[in-house]
């Protein structure tokens, strides 16, 4: 994300100078929807593939890796999961490992920093959307995130947990995950 700042002259992230949110391990975070979305439009056109924010419900298939569970992580990880976080007293996003990896190996897809999708939020559209590939309202004033963040409790770790943001807002804890189309 750093080198899209100095290519493009966009404004750094909101935390950029704090030295809890600026490792380079670390998720970027601080950056709104319409910042992650350009840099997706920037690295499309520097790679050539097209890359984007997921759908919500990409988003979520992902997260499952395969399991019907509510978290992405099913037995004695779930178990661990709960317990660290019963002790820890997080105040930053950790640098992602393996340690949290779903069944099909995507690294921290329940918790770490809120995720932007692309899809204008909508309460209810899942209750009538169409079942293959929904693709979120057409219009909205607020985008969706999923996946949980390193300050809520693991309620918002649930893989089928959604919120709604305003698409400016910069905060320490909503990052993004890029796709790219096959």
Known sequence: YSRFVGATGAAPPRFAEDPR??????????????????YCEWLTSLIGTRYRLPTE??????ARGGSSGD???????????????????LDRP????????NALGLWCMGENVHEWCSDWYGERYYDS???MCPGGPTSGRRRTSRGGSWRHAIKFARISA????DPSFRYNDYGFRIYADA
């Open 129 to 131: 959307s169409p079942r």
């Open 57 to 62: 419900a990409e988003r979520e298939r992902a």
């Open 162 to 165: 959604r919120s709604s943001i």
């Open 21 to 38: 949110f600026n490792a380079d391990e670390q998720p970027v975070v601080g950056v709104s929807w319409f910042e992650a979305v350009a």
């Open 94 to 101: 950790h640098a992602p490992s393996a340690a949290c990896a």
């Open 71 to 89: 978290w992405p992580w099913d037995g004695e990880r779930l178990e661990a999961h709960l317990r660290y976080e019963a002790i820890a007293r």
